[in-house]
């Protein structure tokens, strides 16, 4: 083990000089990087400076900034690793911006900040906010709390922001507080590379990019971390001032694993330029220990104290620096307790050993600890010749989320620098605050609980026994407290202990089923009857006592879906009536259970009858009726309540087929109610399934209906290609459907990867058509994107193209717009159609005129685009 164990300071630093001498070409490459703008603002003080390779720019009469107070202190602190930039300190009072001139593209800020008394400014009363640009980057900051806290003489930050003017603002805002002031020791500018964050970061636990939309978000360096190595400084770094520190405290666990020797000679490539990071990064590395007695189940790991409710860039820097051929070290990479990375070989990566190379993940981090955690350890089975595994760096960076915020907290609504922000009011609560907020939660926990009281002592009264459920029950349509139906009815049975005695009025999510009545109706839950398994649980086929065949959905414990998606569905089918909605038959909530009883499908969900089984193929009018009939119901959604609701889940699996084929939309656990008409979204965190998110809503978790538009364009696609939205499996360019289909219908050339049983069927103005409306599904902003009435439209559009086609007998002989036989309706907004839907407090089945009358729509429909029908 000796021989692993790091080199000497002195002996490094001879060899880095020796280096020089004999390798100038890598010194070269260490520098090559020259940023366009670079500025060094030493504020508060009266002469410029150089430490460590950086130029102070003295702050006296600057050019940048007109307001503020020039403050110094003589107290040295040898905490400090410098005098300049601490020593000198610039106040304000009220908002204060510097104005930078730029050029466009991403940019290093770091503030620097050393909290010291002057004349009547004390630190402990300095509370303050700063925005660059529209970025909030720090709300409510306590510089001498925190350094506190932390033991720490003074805070550095650093951030990336794209930059898309030719000035660059950063604005001070003191807080409401009496007596407070912000204040500034430090600020550097620089450019950067502007493809040093690349859009392709891999989503951890999907292995599939994750396509964020990095030039529109700013980014907070967390930790960068030289692993195995020493602190890296500013003059050391590849051109960018960066800092790099050891990963001694962060390292978890007694077995640390080992350090090789320091390896100088790196060749760094195109692909991976000097800039991304320096020789003494690559060039040093943490291993497992480098032999087979090392158990193949350990892991190296490292934890990074984080905020929850953000996303996470995470890099990580490899260079084989031990080995020279493959196959002598394959591992296993691990973020969160998932998997990133499976059987990484880096000479599989690379032409030879020391070539750097490196991986970016994105980790959202929106509930559990705390901490980011990053494991390396051997791929089990791998045939490697040693249980080794190898990290040279990490950089973790935070990225804004949908407010433009980093800091928690949004920026008020049309705020400009130069415009007061009243940061005191968004960012901490203050003591006051608390106090109120805790009087006012007591008041209401002491009144809930008297309301308790009275209902228990008032149920009592009547002589019913009752138990509270083990969980809460679920109030709908604005109602009181209680469960779903407190009378009880001749249809229910009493409920087993732990239950209530009810059944639901036919408004409140339909009747109420025993336990005992789902066991009977499923055979004990008999697994011969599953249809199916989802995030919420499993799906049995049953039949209840007067021999309707239904499908019941039981609720898994250990699902990450639970009582918020049961009271949902509940809430969401009780209000709604629709021929292409699912209905629900009623719920069980005994004994812990959250079981839902909907209309049985007979012919299950759409995505099994385009892959996977060994169902009959639909043919291609099939497949756009059913499109449209899911169409039709996601519309009556989007417009057949007040508010709106928005489904978020679309996804072929929740799209099911009756015995006729008839299209009903399902599973609205993760259903949410529209935007009041004084907003444009729901802002909420992201819930879906992936490949078939919203990119837009992915990235600022702002909901909005286009967010269903853009899951039904991919359900589109995958209609017309039969092969399932994301697909790890095949190449990297065909991973996910939409990108793949899209690239091939911007060539205009669809046809070449539609589904081999549609070849022949398919007329070709209709897959034009088909593919016109998909593509506008699919744009990245949702502002681009048709409303479902639009979509509805279109798609009958290229129903009717179909028809005319097939009746015709001439597939080929439709080529543009100007065929006599079809005449393309204006473009409209597909208001609710009365003989479709119908808002109802009733939970009785759809009559069968409804139906009659939905089908004398589409004739209609029909007649009205083909002139030859009447």
């Not at 001498?21 to 003080?45: E, M, T």
């Not at 202190?73 to 601490?86: D, G, R």
């Not at 494991?375 to 433009?404: F, R, V």
């Not at 009264?461 to 029950?473: E, F, I, R, S, Y």
Request: aromatic share 10%.
């Amino acid at each position: 083990m000796k021989q692993l164990c790091a080199r000497p300071i002195s002996l490094r630093f001879l060899l880095s000089v020796l280096l020089c001498l004999i390798h100038p070409y890598q010194v070269l490459s260490q520098s090559q990087y020259s940023p366009k703008d670079r500025y060094a603002i030493d504020c508060g003080a009266t002469s410029n400076s150089t430490v460590n390779d950086i130029s102070w720019q003295a702050d006296t009469n600057s050019p940048y900034i007109s307001s503020g107070i020039l403050a110094s202190t003589n107290v040295q602190n040898s905490l400090l690793p410098s005098i300049a930039p601490f020593l000198t300190a610039r106040i304000f009072t009220h908002d204060s911006t510097y104005t930078f001139p730029v050029s466009e593209g991403r940019h290093w800020i770091r503030l620097y900040f050393y909290p010291f008394a002057y004349q009547n400014y004390t630190p402990d009363s300095s509370i303050f906010s700063v925005i660059a640009d529209k970025y909030l980057l720090l709300s409510n900051l306590s510089v001498a709390r925190d350094t506190n806290s932390s033991n720490q003489a003074y805070i550095l930050k650093e951030y990336s922001i794209n930059v898309s003017s030719k000035s660059l603002s950063i604005t001070f805002t003191p807080s409401k507080t009496p007596g407070s002031y912000a204040f500034i020791n430090g600020l550097e500018i620089e450019s950067m590379p502007d493809d040093s964050f690349a859009d392709d970061a891999i989503l951890v636990g999907h292995g599939v990019p994750s396509q964020f939309g990095i030039p529109n978000l700013a980014l907070q360096t967390m930790f960068r971390v030289n692993v195995g190595g020493e602190f890296v400084g500013p003059a050391n770094d590849s051109g960018e001032a960066r800092r790099w520190v050891p990963d001694n405290t962060f390292i978890r666990g007694a077995a640390t694993g080992a350090i090789p020797p320091y390896v100088f000679d790196i060749t760094y490539t195109s692909t991976v330029p000097s800039y991304i990071a320096p020789i003494s990064v690559y060039g040093t590395a943490r291993v497992m220990g480098g032999s087979n007695s090392v158990n193949p189940n350990f892991n190296l790991t490292w934890d990074f104290p984080i905020d929850l409710n953000y996303t996470y860039y995470v890099r990580l820097h490899f260079c084989e620096i031990v080995y020279t051929s493959n196959y002598q070290r394959i591992f296993n990479v691990y973020i969160n307790n998932q998997t990133a990375l499976v059987g990484l070989d880096i000479l599989a990566k690379v032409p030879s050993a020391n070539m750097p190379y490196y991986v970016d993940f994105a980790a959202p981090m929106l509930q559990g600890d705390s901490v980011l955690r990053v494991q390396i350890g051997p791929t089990p089975n791998s045939g490697a010749q040693n249980n080794d595994a190898i990290l040279n760096g990490l950089e973790i960076l935070k990225l804004s989320n949908s407010e433009s915020s980093l800091a928690g907290v949004s920026l008020p609504a049309g705020f400009h620098p130069g415009t007061p922000y009243a940061a005191g009011s968004n960012g901490r609560s203050s003591s006051t605050g608390i106090i109120v907020g805790a009087a006012i939660g007591g008041a209401a926990a002491v009144g809930l609980l008297l309301a308790g009281v009275c209902f228990l002592l008032a149920k009592k009264g009547k002589g019913t026994k009752v138990t509270a459920p083990t969980w809460l029950p679920l109030p709908l349509h604005g109602g009181s407290s209680g469960s779903m139906g407190s009378k009880a009815s001749n249809e229910s049975h009493k409920s087993g202990t732990g239950s209530f005695v009810s059944s639901a009025p036919s408004h409140m999510g339909g009747r109420f089923f025993t336990f005992a009545e789902i066991l009977e109706a499923t055979n004990n839950f008999d697994e011969s009857l599953i249809l199916g398994i989802g995030g919420f649980g499993k799906v049995y086929k049953g039949e209840i006592y007067d021999g309707t065949k239904v499908a019941v959905k039981r609720g898994n414990p250990r699902s990450e879906q639970g009582l918020t998606e049961f009271q949902t569905e509940i809430e969401m089918l009780s209000k709604l009536r629709h021929r292409h909605l699912v209905s629900l038959i009623g719920y069980c909530e005994e004994h812990s259970e959250m079981i839902l009883v909907y209309d049985y499908m007979a012919n299950g969900p759409l995505r099994g009858h385009l892959y996977g089984t060994d169902l009959p193929s639909l043919s291609w009018k099939q497949r756009l009726e059913i499109c449209i009939g899911a169409a039709r119901g996601l519309h009556y959604l989007h417009t057949g309540a007040a508010q709106g609701i928005i489904h978020r889940d679309v996804k072929t699996t929740n799209i099911l087929l009756d015995e006729n084929l008839v299209a009903k939309v399902s599973d609205f656990g993760l259903s949410k109610t529209g935007p009041s008409l004084d907003r444009t979204h729901v802002s909420t965190a992201v819930k879906g399934s992936f490949g078939y998110l919203d990119p837009e809503y992915f990235r600022r978790q702002q909901l909005t209906e286009k967010s269903d538009v853009y899951s039904f364009g991919v359900v589109l696609m995958e209609v017309l290609c039969a092969r399932p939205a994301i697909n790890p499996a095949l190449p990297r360019e065909q991973v996910n459907m939409a990108d793949w289909a899209m690239h091939w219908q911007k060539m205009g050339m669809l046809e070449q990867i539609i589904d081999p049983k549609l070849v022949g069927q398919i007329n070709k103005e209709s897959l034009r058509r088909f593919g016109e409306i998909a593509e506008k599904c699919l744009a990245e902003q949702g502002i681009d994107r048709p409303t479902m009435g639009d979509v509805l439209w279109k798609l009958e559009y290229a129903l009717q193209l179909q028809d005319n086609a097939t009746l015709s007998n001439c597939n080929d002989a439709i080529s543009d717009d100007s065929n006599p036989n079809v005449m393309e309706l204006p473009l409209h907004p597909h208001g609710i159609d009365k003989s479709d839907t119908t808002i109802t407090e009733s939970h009785s089945t759809m009559s069968s005129e409804e139906y009659s009358e939905d089908a004398g729509a589409s004739a209609v429909f029909s007649q009205l685009v083909n002139p030859q029908g009447r």
